[in-house]
């Protein structure tokens, strides 16, 4: 396995300017308007992109339209950083098997989180990734905390999502961690990628080994 160089960004000290952009679903106007007051009462300067409030179905606009949007951005040299003003699709992962965007999880920790997705699916997306190989070679799986997937649909039997991750995760041999504060629940810790961690699942603990940004 080639691991990267890990190329760390700068702090992005108060009086910074954002860009705010939306690479995935739409965004309300009252939250997006809620969020850009909270990086404003933090001491930053927020730019927003030109395609945050589009709409198509459930997607903030076309593919070319926020990809554009999140290019622009990123490429403003007046931009200190850039952040999403919503979450993404989780399942994604799965969906890049096959392709040239494949993950690869060797020697990694790999983590994971998900919302509004019933116990059945998760559980059919972790068997395709066990099917592929890919969680077995990982170093440990961290698992945010997904209060919205912990039971199935009402008045149907099911499983609890504590009980797929037992059954699937559990003979992997592998530190696993459910309920990390970093998903969709009330708590959710900022995680630097790409750095080197211990996930201690008896502790039960995730240690950040080295900086996350430039000294």
């Given amino acids: 396995m080639t691991v990267r160089a890990v190329q760390r960004p700068r702090p992005v000290w108060p009086g910074a ?31 927003v992109g030109d395609a945050v409030l589009s709409r198509r179905g459930y997607l903030a606009g076309t593919d070319a339209e926020r990809a554009a949007d999140f290019n622009r951005v990123w490429a403003d040299p007046a931009v200190n950083a850039v ?15 096959g392709t040239p965007w ?3 999880f060797t020697g990694r920790i790999v983590l994971l989180e998900d919302v509004d997705e019933a116990p059945y699916r998760i559980d ?5 990734l066990l ?29 609890t999502l504590p009980e797929v991750l037992a059954e699937l995760l559990g003979p992997l041999g592998i530190p696993v961690l459910y309920g990390f504060p970093c998903g969709h629940g009330s708590h959710r810790a900022t995680l630097p990628l790409g750095v080197r961690a211990r996930l201690d699942a008896e502790a039960p603990a995730l240690t950040i080994l080295e900086p996350a940004v430039e000294a």
């Fill in 124 to 128: 059919r997306m972790l068997v395709q």
């Fill in 17 to 47: 300017t954002i860009g705010v952009v939306a690479p995935a679903g739409p965004v309300p106007p009252e939250e997006l308007e809620a969020g850009l007051q909270r990086l404003q009462s933090w001491g930053y300067r927020a730019v």
């Fill in 102 to 104: 494949e993950p690869d």
């Fill in 83 to 97: 952040i999403c003003a919503r979450g993404g699709y989780g399942a994604m992962i799965v969906a890049l098997l």
């Fill in 131 to 159: 099917l592929a190989g890919k969680l077995q070679r990982a170093a440990g799986i961290l698992i945010g905390d997904s209060p919205t997937c912990l039971q199935g649909p009402p008045n149907r039997p099911s499983l």
